[in-house]
């Protein structure tokens, strides 16, 4: 799906719809994190995790409360330093984080664009991780290019976004049944999308 037409879908999206569409992307990042946080002893991943359950549950309407404001800047808390963090691994971690923080902004001012920044954000995160792990000098930038678009994990990713869509898009107000369904396909069996897993 090209950005023009995920940025139309999105834009006739309504608000919890679009919180949901964001929330499971960051559910599928959120390994990513995870992981980087674990192996370098930085940031709270129990924090985000806590936060993003937060997410869930009110898309769930479980009656749960959480200030989403505050939770803001506990998030952006953890992003990590890319200037300090060198290693490949700090790029999808921080891309996890950034996903959340915008998640939550969309809770607080719903925004077709934030959403869309997501999608494109977890996409360059398959994207560099296909061409860091792949490519070689020898590629000229159009079979770069042509490898990253036609490898498994970015069509795995292509496919996943439009399935959270389509789910999204089919039900007209949340209910509890759409948002566990939604939630178990991003937790992906605790793989992110990149293909990282956490579990000890």
Not at 126 to 146: G, T, Y
Not at 183 to 199: C, K, V, W, Y
Request: proline content about 2%; aromatic content about 8%; overall charge negative.
């Amino acid at each position: 799906m090209s950005d023009q037409s995920m940025k139309k879908q999105l834009a006739e999206l309504q608000d919890w719809q679009l919180v949901a569409f964001s929330a499971a992307l960051s559910e599928r990042m959120f390994p990513n994190f995870a992981l980087f946080s674990r192996l370098v002893e930085f940031g709270n991943a129990q924090q985000l995790r806590q936060i993003l359950n937060g997410v869930w549950d009110k898309l769930g309407n479980t009656g749960a409360k959480m200030n989403f404001e505050v939770q803001l800047d506990k998030v952006e808390a953890n992003i990590p330093d890319l200037e300090e963090f060198t290693m490949y691994g700090a790029l999808p971690a921080n891309d996890a984080v950034v996903a959340l923080f915008s998640t939550l902004n969309i809770i607080l001012a719903a925004d077709p664009e934030e959403a869309a920044n997501v999608a494109l954000l977890s996409r360059e995160c398959v994207a560099s991780f296909i061409e860091i792990s792949e490519a070689d000098d020898q590629l000229s930038d159009e079979e770069v290019v042509r490898l990253i678009n036609t490898h498994e994990m970015m069509e795995q990713e292509e496919a996943f976004q439009e399935e959270v869509l389509e789910r999204v898009t089919a039900s007209k107000k949340p209910n509890k049944d759409l948002i566990a369904a939604l939630r178990e396909l991003a937790h992906n069996e605790g793989f992110s999308n990149i293909g990282i897993t956490d579990s000890e």
